[in-house]
């Protein structure tokens, strides 16, 4: 069965570096999600790809954050200047285009800003 | 503001008991609805799509009232595995390609 892939699955950084996160979505999907989820609280938004432009994006993608879809594969978040409190685990998600709105999760990066 | 709201928990079961979960949701124009099964520290798994005339996929039964914005799941049979956090969740608008909003999650632990 088709999966989303994400790596690192634990990335650790110091206050102020930059990290990218990677995700592989499932092949034949078109819609690209990123969501984010902080040690026990719920699963929040943070911005929507499709068609190579962001679609939707949260008051949380603020001008830290960036995503790109560098190859025919990858599906990235970048983040410019990590804080304390992004410190979460980051979700990529993928869905086809048209028909049934479910959308796949991977398996996290668990980021941990120091 | 868009908001999930779902029974806190946490929901201590012995095996082979039923449970049912309640969920609110205060998007009208939210079209789809889900609940997903998240195990700690792993990622959200769709558990099954929820339809206006209700659905059951073995066990577990799932409605959605949307004159009244409630969606429930109800669980038959409780397994040791069924042990999870049960997410309710929407997309954000009537577009096919709108944002999920999830829920807090509402933790099961079914016992021996």
Not at chain 1, 6 to 33: A, D, K, W
Not at chain 2, 9 to 23: D, I, K, L, M, Q
Not at chain 2, 49 to 58: C, H, R, T
Not at chain 2, 94 to 102: E, H, K, T
Request: proline letters at 4%; aromatic letters at 12%; one cysteine or more.
């Amino acid at each position: 069965e088709p999966e989303v892939t994400q790596t690192p699955s634990h990335q650790v950084t110091q206050m102020g570096q930059e990290v990218i996160l990677r995700c592989v979505p499932i092949s034949n999907h078109l819609y690209f999600y990123w969501y984010r989820q902080i040690l026990g609280q719920k699963v929040e938004f943070l911005v929507s790809f499709y068609n190579n432009e962001i679609s939707e994006k949260s008051e949380i993608f603020d001008d830290q954050f960036s995503v790109e879809r560098p190859d025919g594969s990858n599906f990235t978040l970048k983040i410019r200047s990590t804080k304390l409190e992004d410190s979460a685990m980051y979700f990529c998600a993928s869905k086809v285009e048209g028909g049934t709105d479910t959308q796949y999760f991977g398996p996290g990066t668990r980021l941990t800003v120091l | 503001r868009k908001e999930v709201e779902q029974d806190p928990g946490p929901f201590n079961v012995p095996e082979g008991a039923t449970v049912a979960f309640n969920c609110t949701y205060s998007n009208s124009a939210s079209q789809s609805f889900f609940w997903y099964r998240q195990d700690c520290r792993k990622e959200p798994k769709l558990l099954m799509s929820v339809y206006s005339s209700g659905n059951e996929d073995g066990r577990f039964t799932a409605q959605l009232n949307r004159a009244s914005q409630y969606i429930s799941l109800l669980i038959r049979d409780s397994k040791l595995s069924d042990s999870a956090t049960y997410l309710c969740v929407v997309n954000s608008d009537g577009g096919s390609q709108g944002n999920l909003i999830f829920g807090k999650g509402t933790k099961l632990s079914v016992k021996p």
